[in-house]
T-cell receptor, first 113, second 117 residues
Framework: QKEVEQDPGPLSVPEGAIVSLNCTYS??????FMWYRQYSRKGPELLMY????GNKEDGRFTAQVDKSSKYISLFIRDSQPSDSATYLC?????????????FGTGTKLQVIP | DAGVIQSPRHEVTEMGQEVTLRCKPI?????LFWYRQTMMRGLELLIY????????DSGMPEDRFSAKMPNASFSTLKIQPSEPRDSAVYFC???????????????FGPGTRLTVL
């Protein structure tokens, strides 16, 4: 079993829809949680960063972490065609004294105009 | 800042040839990572460095792969000899524990798309 599980999609939604992207994980030591967005033929870029449990909002994007369930989500409100990309969740355990981030395999999202 | 720079952007080579991928991290970052991305396996960490020293190379697939970081502004990933199954996109990323966004935030380069025929 992988440490981080993410549905690969593809997920296709109409413009303006609310999108929910999710990841589950098995390592309870993960403390930092991130979402990266990767456009086709580009490198991943950081979209959201959260520490421990709770919600974080940035414009149309909301990241949610539920450590008790080992479940994280990314919500996109009023989705736009420009949101079409692959979204990768990522998380890390800081107790090891070094940076090693574990990535999900990514969910491909297509927003149809 | 120009961000993480990788070269070449595309590489097509024949099986058995040596391939060298290059990376220039963001100035001031003390961590550098090499990843490989394929459709089947997603993003895989190959090796990472801290202050130019290799810390964890457990993701390097086999002895054909080697990585070096001779100084804080340059790293190479070498494959010798290359095989068709090495075809993938190779990303370099860098980070700093003092990053204002948050620790462990990694910044990726545009990647090198490698095709081994």
């Amino acid at each position: 079993q992988k440490e981080v599980e993410q549905d690969p999609g593809p997920l296709s939604v109409p413009e303006g829809a609310i999108v929910s992207l999710n990841c589950t994980y098995s390592n309870s030591a993960f403390q930092y949680f991130m979402w990266y967005r990767q456009y086709s033929r580009k490198g991943p870029e950081l979209l959201m960063y959260t520490y421990s449990s709770g919600n974080k909002e940035d414009g149309r994007f909301t990241a949610q972490v539920d450590k008790s369930s080992k479940y994280i989500s990314l919500f996109i409100r009023d989705s736009q065609p420009s949101d079409s990309a692959t979204y990768l969740c990522a998380m890390s355990d800081p107790s090891g004294g070094y940076q090693k981030v574990t990535f999900g395999t990514g969910t491909k999202l297509q927003v149809i105009p | 800042d120009a961000g993480v720079i990788q070269s070449p952007r595309h590489e097509v080579t024949e099986m058995g040839q040596e391939v060298t991928l290059r990376c220039k991290p963001i100035s001031g970052h003390d961590y550098l990572f090499w990843y490989r991305q394929t459709m089947m396996r997603g993003l895989e960490l190959l090796i990472y460095f801290n202050n130019n020293v290799p810390i964890d190379d457990s993701g390097m697939p086999e002895d054909r792969f080697s990585a070096k970081m001779p100084n804080a502004s340059f790293s190479t990933l070498k494959i010798q000899p290359s095989e068709p199954r090495d075809s993938a996109v190779y990303f370099c990323a860098s980070s700093s524990r003092l990053d204002v966004v948050g620790t462990d935030t990694q910044y990726f380069g545009p990647g090198t798309r490698l095709t081994v025929l």
